[in-house]
Nanobody
């Protein structure tokens, strides 16, 4: 499965941005799609995940209540709607697929998109 992330850009504090991640190849109900983010010089942190089969969402505490993850099975695409953005949300955002069904463990995600930069300016 190849993943193509898009939707990054420059946004003001308090603004919104929607990221998309299109997948080529078959995604099974047991799989999990996730979003991670990385600031230069720091580790890649988990942001949110969604179970492909049920659509059940999961969020890091830092984004809970502000970000929403959804998926469109017909389009093989996962979205991350980001609202009330803060400067600390600035990062390169990566989408990823876990065939093992892991929700948060970065090492259990085995397909990665190329990353899309989100910059939140004040």
């Amino acid at each position: 499965v190849q993943l193509q992330a898009s939707g990054g850009g420059l946004v003001q504090v308090g603004g919104s941005q929607r990221l998309s991640c299109a997948a080529s190849g078959r995604i099974f109900s047991s799989h999990v799609m996730g979003w991670f983010r990385q600031v230069s010089g720091k580790e890649r942190d988990w942001v949110s995940s969604i179970r492909w089969g049920t659509g059940g969402p999961y969020y890091a505490d830092s984004v809970k209540g502000r970000f929403t993850i959804t998926r469109d099975k017909s389009e093989n695409t996962v979205y991350l709607q980001m609202n009330s953005l803060k400067p600390e949300d600035t990062a390169v955002y990566y989408c990823a697929l876990s065939r093992r069904g892991s929700l948060t463990d970065r090492d259990e995600f085995d397909s990665w998109g190329q990353g899309t930069l989100v910059t939140v300016s004040s």
